[in-house]
């Protein structure tokens, strides 16, 4: 039984192949889902069909950590790489982007802090009763630095519950991502020689904390950065114009129809109808398109010899100029219902031609027995 399939961007795809697929491709609904997977299935056929057009040998690489590529990835690297210009970026191009986005090349802040850690009783009962309780300490020290700031160091020996007590409390030269978010909020309002005015919560528990110095993080020189800016701005223009040419091949798949299918195990392949079939390969083919309609299906060549007359013309004709207009105007939903009708009649290329050519042609006459005699 031959496997329903859509067409995207001029591709038959079977519809089990874009449910696997969109299982990769989150998105805010599961339509959303599928249409990215059956334009990255569509993308990926026409690459590789191209590939097959240049007639390329995959010779796969491997990267710095030993993986190899497979031989599809390996021939839409070389088709991508033949194919794709990308307009590198200059110096002059780097300076700009250096200059407009210099937050991106600042060196981390640095500080120096302390801190005394109240941690919760692990083995509670009462997980919030012991997290309050830890609070309780953590404000009484408070009142208590408010009176005698000078004995942070030596309260911190005392009760604080981190390693860094035994040190008076000092975490050392610390930068941005070093520690718990709420920790760095909280030092990052305070300016050097403050104490937090309340205790700050973490994943740990609850801290005092006391910021003694901060060194602002300083934009780095353009020279340190310029290779880095270099390898962002080529990539960012190569994938672009990777994106613009496989955006072309799919505008020429759709101008052309279904030029290419997937199968269900994703190789890709001769599409199950093609346009020549419809409107014959050649000028001799064209002129048996009558001939064979007769034998195929008489009624339907009677209908398309009354319209074609009725223009002036003959059927061959008349089956060519409509099958171009479906071409022009047809979307992937219109090639879908074409290859559906195609799949499933006896003849695909009979099932064809009476789909393309159902909308120009009057319907059958019925016949009805009014009386049946025996």
């Known amino acids: ?72 990835e390996a021939l839409i690297r070389e088709v991508l790489s033949r194919e794709v210009e990308a307009k590198l970026a200059d110096r002059d191009a780097r ?23 109240f941690t ?33 160091a030596d309260i911190a020996r005392d009760v604080s519950d981190c390693p860094s007590g035994k040190a008076g409390g000092h975490l050392g030269q610390m930068q941005t991502g070093d520690l718990d978010p709420a920790v760095e909020a909280a ?35 353009f020279a340190h950065v310029e290779e880095a800016i270099r390898l962002h701005l080529d990539s960012r223009a190569w994938v672009q114009a990777a994106g613009r040419y496989v955006r072309s091949l799919a505008d020429d798949a759709r101008g052309s129809g279904v030029v290419v299918s997937l199968t269900a195990e994703g190789t890709v392949g001769r599409p199950t109808l093609t346009l020549g079939q419809v409107l014959g390969a050649d000028a001799a083919t064209l002129a048996g398109l009558e001939v064979w309609l007769a034998t195929a299906d008489p009624d339907l060549l009677a209908r398309v010899r009354a319209v074609a007359e009725a223009d002036g013309g003959d059927v061959a004709g008349f089956v060519q100029r409509e099958a171009r207009a479906f071409v022009t105007e047809a979307d992937d939903e219109a090639w879908t219902s074409l290859i559906s009708a195609a799949q499933n009649g006896p ?11 159902r909308s120009k042609l009057v319907p059958p006459r019925r016949t009805r027995t009014l009386i049946r005699t025996v």
């Not at 959303?32 to 040998?57: I, K």
């Not at 695909?348 to 050519?357: D, H, Q």
């Open 95 to 117: 300076l700009r982007f250096y200059e407009v986005n210099q937050d991106r090349f600042r060196a981390p802040d640095l500080y120096d802090a302390a801190h005394i850690l």
């Open 120 to 152: 919760p009783d692990r083995n509670a009962d009462d997980a919030g009763a012991a997290l309050h309780e830890a609070h309780v300490r953590a404000e009484e020290v408070l009142r208590r630095l408010a009176d005698a700031p000078q004995a942070f």
């Open 347 to 357: 003849d695909p290329v009979l099932a064809a031609l009476r789909f393309m050519l």
């Open 187 to 221: 030092l990052a309002a305070l300016e050097p020689g403050e104490t937090s005015p309340a205790p700050v919560r973490s994943r740990y528990g609850w801290h005092i904390l006391r910021l003694d110095r901060r060194i602002d993080g300083a934009v780095l020189p």
């Open 1 to 72: 039984m031959t496997m329903p399939a859509i067409v995207v961007d001029g591709v038959e795809i079977p519809e089990a192949l874009i449910a696997e697929e969109a299982q990769h491709h989150p998105a805010s609904s599961a339509k959303a889902a599928r249409e990215a997977a059956g334009r990255a299935l569509a993308a990926r056929a026409l690459l590789l069909a191209r590939a097959r057009e240049l007639a390329l040998v995959p010779a796969p690489e491997r990267d710095d950590a030993g993986r190899e590529e497979t031989a599809e």
